[in-house]
């Protein structure tokens, strides 16, 4: 027994011991265990840390390249370059007092420079259209957009007329000739200096291969891949030739065109003439002319009265190019059936219009036309996922713009506006120009509001100006310019018309922007939409509002997310209903456009959001006081210099911005969202021609003289803008809403009419004495005087006073 309990015990402390080794190697097993599941969790974790940064720099990637990735679908545009051949040549340069160009983005570019040797103190040379050379007028008496101009450049006390004519035929665009007339007052013979010149851009990077200029016998030659070779003779058709010279150089880019003929004059003694600046070779050349050259200017000293014909050529063609008395003679049949087309298309003298007035008229639509330019680039953008700005696509944009001196580029909603009076003129031009720029939509549906395109353009721009933010929208009055046309033109849309195909292209890109409208400028409040892009820097009075085009009118004094803007409401109800028109006649699906007209239709919904029972106004919301002004704050340290900011004497409080009465109050009725029988329309109408509001002999002002803002600086270095000027696109917008309730049966016709015929004969009247006072149509006219101010010539949407007077909107 006891051996059995000690074999028993020996057995159980063996088996104990089992146990205990057992039980170990299990615990270091579940240790293992347990460290092996923790290490593959935390490499688990550690990887989906990794896949979810990997996610969120490829999102974060693909959300910064989106603003500058194109549109994915296929372009409007399906013809350019010489597959225009019709459009391929012209004075597409407006940014110049004259220039030539073609369709293309290596186009060789020629143009004119000159300057006064009588002249004390000396002007300097005339290239670019600058508001500082201060001429007494200048600008087209006649251009068809295609086939030929006459301008009119008057440089005290010079007149210079300059004119040109397209010879067709050919596959490389046909000829051209520009003749340059030169006269002094009294027929004085006064030597004068003209520099006629070819240039190759520089922007692009270096000229492509086989892309040269030279000079040779008198003549500048050329060659590139889409011209072939081509040739610029210099022929003297009247008067007297003093000295010619000539350079073969390189310039940096075309923006520096002038300050290379500078560089290129030398002073030679002439043994009848005496001291003279000639052209001289480029100091930049070696001595076997290895730099490439891409600027041939010639200068000819001549005596006035002088006459130049420059002639281009290209192959030999069954047309020779005018020159002489064959172009005097071709000019004149140009002009007599130019002026008989124009009548016809919109009838002033059988309106009972004046020569003289139907010339302005006729001038205003020529410098529309004249200001086209063809542009070729890269602009610069940013969005909120952008650390900085990044350069959109290349493209090419063919477009009017608003001023040759002061903003010679293209502007979304000034564009839609041109478009207007150019359709009316040339559905043609008007549908190739809003092609354009609808292959400039990315895949956001977004369109840069402002075009910067190549060095010419960039080198006019203020810094602050360059960079387009995808924030920011233009009133897409693009789509309402070609529902007009669609229109008024029917037979051009048909299922076989010359334009349904290019329409049926744009269609998706319109959709795209009506869209993006839709998602990125909504406001807080159902129906309620906000213009993006307003910042309070604490040095405006009122922080400007760039993106809806009327820049410093007075809005909510401290931007907030509750902002709610009537003009936007408005746009928008004005763009769903030309989206819905355009797609019932593509046969298209209209619904979502038709449903989002009626609601923002709706007067009910209008009225709760924009109405003010206190002032029975339309008005924006949003933080707002008018306890605001600008003081000087004195410097924290010396040597600090003091600065002008905003003071608040009185905290801002949501409400209705209805100190602001003014051109967005109006736009409810400028835009037809108020039905004929409305009572607020009534209201509109009866306050419309009130002088201390919005009424003055010279068209309705931007803002009431009742207004705190009313022609107040909106900082140190701003005067007032959108203030209190007369501008004539809106008064366009009020004459067409006046028509359309005079016309509709309602109530208010009677008012309408009696409104629209008070407001048409103000503006008409004013514009064309401005025109005959001061040789300029202009950006805006004071309610005061009437005078104009801001740029000129601003031939842009002033021009539209064309379409007034024909009283066609």
Not at 314 to 342: C, G, N, Q, V
Not at 471 to 482: D, E, H, K, R, T
Request: hydrophobic content about 35%; some cysteine.
């Amino acid at each position: 027994m006891v051996r059995h309990r000690k074999v028993g015990n020996s057995h159980q402390k063996n088996s104990n011991n089992n146990d205990t080794s057992s039980s170990s190697a299990s615990s270091e097993s579940f240790t293992a265990s347990k460290a092996f599941k923790i290490l593959s969790i935390w490499k688990t974790f550690v990887g989906f840390i990794f896949f979810m940064f990997a996610v969120y720099v490829g999102t974060l990637g693909y959300l910064e390249t989106r603003v500058n990735t194109p549109f994915d679908d296929e372009k409007v545009v399906s013809e350019s370059g010489l597959s225009v051949p019709a459009r391929y040549w012209g004075t597409y340069r407006p940014g110049v007092y004259m220039g030539m160009k073609s369709r293309e983005p290596r186009s060789p570019v020629f143009g004119l420079m000159w300057y006064d040797l009588s002249a004390t103190p000396h002007k300097g040379i005339r290239h670019w259209c600058e508001q500082g050379d201060n001429l007494a007028s200048y600008g087209w008496l006649r251009h068809d957009g295609v086939s030929f101009g006459e301008q009119v450049i008057v440089d005290k006390p010079h007149n210079i007329t300059t004119s040109f004519m397209k010879t067709p035929g050919g596959s490389h665009g046909g000829h051209w000739t520009v003749r340059i007339n030169v006269t002094s007052d009294g027929n004085s013979r006064v030597p004068f200096m003209l520099i006629w010149y070819a240039a190759l851009d520089e922007s692009l990077g270096p000229a492509a291969p086989h892309s040269r200029l030279w000079a040779e016998h008198g003549a500048i030659l050329g060659q590139t891949p889409q011209l072939r070779n081509f040739r610029i003779d210099l022929m003297p058709y009247k008067g007297k030739l003093l000295h010619s010279s000539y350079s073969e150089a390189y310039a940096p880019g075309l923006h520096l065109l002038k300050e290379k003929v500078y560089s290129l004059l030398k002073n030679e003694r002439h043994p009848t003439l005496g001291r003279l600046a000639v052209l001289s070779p480029d100091a930049e050349l070696n001595d076997e002319g290895e730099k490439d050259v891409n600027f041939v200017p010639f200068q000819l000293l001549v005596e006035t009265p002088f006459v130049l014909d420059v002639v281009y050529t290209t192959e030999i063609l069954a047309t020779p190019p005018l020159k002489r008395e064959e172009y005097t003679k071709a000019l004149e049949h140009k002009k007599k059936s130019f002026d008989t087309e124009f009548e016809n298309k919109f009838k002033l003298s059988e309106k009972g219009y004046s020569n003289e007035d139907v010339a302005i008229a006729r001038a205003a639509m020529s410098n529309m036309i004249g200001g086209i330019g063809y542009f070729y680039g890269a602009g610069r953008v940013s969005s909120e996922y952008t650390k900085e700005p990044v350069p959109y696509w290349r493209a090419p944009l063919y477009t009017a713009v608003p001023s040759r001196s002061f903003f010679p580029r293209g502007f979304l909603w000034d564009e839609g506006f041109h478009g207007l009076l150019i359709g009316s003129w040339s559905p043609e031009i008007q549908m190739d120009i809003a092609a354009h720029w609808l292959d400039l939509i990315n895949v956001e549906g977004w369109i840069p509001r402002e075009q910067i395109l190549g060095a010419e353009a960039l080198a006019r721009v203020p810094k602050e100006f360059v960079v387009q933010s995808n924030a920011a929208a233009n009133p897409p009055i693009l789509m309402m310019q070609l529902a007009r046309l669609t229109r008024r033109r029917p037979e051009l849309f048909e299922p076989h018309g010359p334009f349904r195909a290019v329409l049926d292209r744009m269609f998706t890109r319109l959709q795209a922007w009506y869209q993006w409208f839709q998602s990125s400028q909504k406001g807080e409040e159902p129906t309620s939409y906000r213009w993006r892009g307003r910042e309070d820097d604490g040095k405006q009075l009122n922080p400007k509002t760039l993106a809806s085009g009327l820049d410093d009118y007075p809005r909510a004094s401290h931007p907030s997310d509750i902002e709610r803007h009537v003009d936007l409401r408005c746009w928008m109800y004005a763009a769903a209903d030309s989206m819905a028109y355009i797609a019932r006649l593509l046969q298209r699906d209209s619904t979502k456009f038709e449903v989002t007209r009626d609601q923002l239709a709706d007067e009910r919904l209008l009225n709760e959001l924009h109405w003010s029972t206190h002032t029975q106004t339309y008005a924006d919301y949003g933080l707002h006081t008018d306890g605001v002004r600008l003081v000087r704050q004195q410097p924290k340290n010396p040597g600090e210099s003091t600065r002008v900011v905003r003071s608040v004497t009185v905290p801002p409080k949501p409400k209705f911005v209805t100190s602001a009465f003014g051109y967005v109050s109006l736009f409810p009725m400028l835009l037809k969202v108020l039905r004929p029988d409305s009572d607020k329309l009534a209201k509109i109408l009866h306050d419309l021609n009130k002088p201390d509001l919005l009424w003055s002999p010279y068209g309705l002002r931007s803002l009431s003289k009742s207004s705190p803002l009313f022609m107040k600086r909106n900082t140190e270095h701003d005067p007032p803008y959108w203030r209190g000027q007369v501008w004539v696109n809106l008064n366009f917008l009020a004459l067409s809403a006046l028509r359309h309730y005079a016309v509709t049966p309602g109530p208010h016709a009677e008012r309408a009419a009696h409104l629209h015929a008070a407001l048409r004969d103000n503006l008409v009247r004013n514009i064309l004495s401005e025109y005959k006072r001061t040789g300029y149509l202009w950006e805006q006219y004071s309610s005061e005087d009437g005078k104009g101010s801001g740029c000129r010539p601003f031939t842009g949407w002033t021009a539209l006073v064309t379409l007034i007077m024909a009283e066609e909107y």
